[in-house]
């Protein structure tokens, strides 16, 4: 499975943007990036995915690099409901299984 | 989306015995999973539930160790057998494949495991 690489720990603001980096150097032409986010004491939850164009939806963005060796995951306006763990994951589109990395815990400040 | 019950949400067990957890899915759908998550750790996939045969482990993990049954296309358990304290863990179930979402993984609570 390629491999991610995000920062362990990020903190913003309430109600400012966040951007959450994710590298995956070694990303294969087929791999779709994948992001989720475990809140506290409850099950992953899905946040976005993509393949090379950006996405949007109600819950965030997806900008991801032209060379898709990186993306960025895009909370528009921080709440406190956003700390949560975010994970980035390479994968197929469909019915596949997840292979988790460390995540990058997101703390927001009031 | 899919509404996921597992059960039950948390328990304490003692050493050497055994404890199913179930996985119960409001839609049928393809694909089933099941992962630990150590304390302070990530999610590690532990297998897939395939219906009408046999799960496929992961490494690291065995049949005689964590046996899971699928009966149909909405329900799946977890035994965690012999229990030591390193089976302290979060276990949750996982399904994919669900119609018209066919890309999202949807999760359930967990089962929070205590061996004394």
């Known amino acids: 499975d390629a491999k991610t690489t995000q920062p362990n720990s990020m903190e913003s603001n309430e109600e400012e943007p966040v951007h959450l980096p994710c590298n995956h150097s070694?990303?294969?032409?087929?791999?779709?990036i994948h992001w989720y986010r475990q809140l506290p004491s409850q099950g992953p939850e899905y946040v976005i995915h993509?393949?090379?164009s950006n996405v949007n939806n109600r819950m965030a963005s997806l900008a991801i690099a032209e060379d898709r060796k990186s993306s960025t995951l895009i909370l528009h306006r921080a709440t406190l409901r956003d700390a949560a763990v975010y994970y980035c994951?390479?994968?197929?589109?469909?019915?596949?299984?997840?292979?988790f990395g460390q995540g990058t815990r997101l703390t927001i400040n009031p | 989306s899919a509404v996921i019950s597992q059960k039950p949400s948390r328990d304490i067990c003692q050493r050497g015995t055994s404890l199913t957890i179930q996985c119960q899915v409001d839609s049928q759908v393809t694909m089933m999973f099941w992962y630990r998550q150590q304390p302070g750790q990530s999610l590690t996939l532990i297998a897939t539930a395939n219906q009408g045969s046999e799960a496929t482990y992961e490494s690291g993990f065995v049949i005689d160790k964590f046996p899971i049954s699928r009966p149909n296309l909405t329900f799946s358990t977890l035994t965690v057998s012999n229990m030591s304290p390193e089976d302290s863990s979060i276990y949750l179930c996982s399904v994919d494949g669900l119609a018209g979402s066919e890309n999202i993984q949807y999760f359930g609570a967990g089962t929070r495991l205590s061996v004394l």
């Open positions: 993509g393949l090379t």
């Open positions: 070694t990303i294969s032409g087929t791999d779709y």
């Open positions: 994951i390479l994968g197929w589109e469909l019915a596949q299984k997840l292979v």
